[in-house]
């Protein structure tokens, strides 16, 4: 009786030593985490872009010597280089709108032409949507005033989120930065990844896993955000060249739709239809609208030379990951999501088609 109340004991200690070092390690793991909860999405990003910057990085290796340090470097100032131009150049349409907006407003003011006859025929909306139009076209100054509340909210709102972009773009050049830092020791990095891999997955399994995650992330950072900035980029330089109001606006439109895997063409066909009705038909305009609407189906020739290769993720994974990256990190997550949710949708589908071998029963 006595040894077994013995091991009874001595499996309860062990049990509580294995929770308290369990506990331990669980408070540790939280306080790691809250400490790089700020840096996230930037680390996130930067590894991403490191991941999708480093096979252009190995072919310049060889005509620059074979140094990571130096090749990294020059890929970083030439993408800086590359992303300020067109950026500033977009903000400072998006101000200028802004502020020529603002001007019409105090020295004309808001004339609101009151509604036509056939909206009070809508259904459900057709009534209430007349009797607020109409008072706005006839007494605008006391509708402001009755919902106040309401446009201020919607105001701080808007201006809440476009300061986000700002931001998000200023996060997206650090991030550029770090992942240089990460392509410097890129081949240290490519083999800490397999061991990671190999540690949780097994030696067999281990280079596999990292292999399929290294190839979802370029083919998704490529193939939906890529193509998305650089249709973007097409986009809106075609719009602040042609002087289209409220340019940068239209431009981050295009962003949205791109990575949502959206047709470009539901914004560039207005456009172009509005600059022709404002400025009718010209050598300016014909040379514009073949422009812009070309910039707009750019992704049909760019999509089968960066999507796919191997890699199959389908399009609502896509749309949810930058739906809900941009919901839960501002500008910064509509370019994470849809990276980090093709992995997460791929490392799924590789846990179930990878069942483990059924043992051959013995014969009777």
């Not at 940068?248 to 470009?264: D, E, H, S, T």
């Not at 994974?317 to 997460?344: D, K, N, Q």
Request: net charge neutral; proline share 7%.
């Amino acid at each position: 009786m006595l040894p077994t109340s013995i091991s009874a004991k001595a499996l309860s200690r062990g049990l509580l030593d294995v929770l308290i070092r369990a506990g331990l390690i669980l408070v540790l793991v939280l306080f790691c985490f809250e400490i790089f909860k700020p840096f996230r999405d930037l680390m996130l990003w930067s590894l991403i872009l490191a991941i999708t910057l480093y096979p252009l990085q190995q072919k310049l290796m060889g005509p620059m010597g074979k140094k990571e340090g130096y090749t990294a470097t020059l890929i970083v100032l030439v993408a800086i280089v590359i992303l300020m131009v067109p950026v500033y150049l977009l903000g400072a349409s998006f101000a200028d709108s802004v502020e020529s907006a603002m001007a019409l407003v105090k020295n004309e003011g808001v004339h609101i032409p009151p509604p036509d006859p056939s909206v009070a025929g809508w259904p459900v909306v057709g009534k209430p949507l007349t009797a607020l139009w109409q008072q706005a076209a006839t007494d605008l100054p006391d509708l402001t005033a009755k919902y106040i509340p309401q446009i201020k909210g919607v105001s701080l709102e808007l201006l809440s989120k476009l300061a986000g972009v700002g931001m998000g773009f200023l996060t997206f050049i650090f991030a550029l930065i770090i992942a240089g830092i990460f392509m410097a020791h890129g081949e240290a990095g490519s083999q800490s990844a397999v061991q990671i891999a190999s540690r949780l997955n097994g030696p067999e399994k281990g280079p596999k896993i990292a292999e399929l995650c290294t190839a979802t992330i370029r083919a998704v950072a490529l193939g939906v955000v890529g193509i998305a900035f650089i249709q973007t980029l097409l986009v809106g330089l075609g719009f602040v060249l042609k002087g289209v109001p409220g340019a940068g606006l239209l431009a981050l439109a295009v962003l949205l739709l791109g990575i949502m895997q959206l047709p470009v063409t539901l914004i560039t066909v207005p456009v172009i239809a509005f600059v022709f009705a404002t400025e009718g038909a010209s050598t300016a305009t014909i040379v514009f609208a073949i422009y812009v609407f070309i910039a707009g189906l750019v992704d049909n020739v760019l999509k089968p030379l960066l999507l796919g290769r191997g890699v199959d993720v389908p399009m609502p994974v896509v749309l949810i990951g930058a739906l809900g990256g941009m919901v839960t990190s501002g500008i910064l997550g509509l370019f994470i999501g849809p990276v980090v949710l093709a992995v997460g949708y791929q490392l799924f589908w590789q846990w179930v088609r990878d069942r483990p071998q059924e043992e051959p029963q013995p014969l009777p």
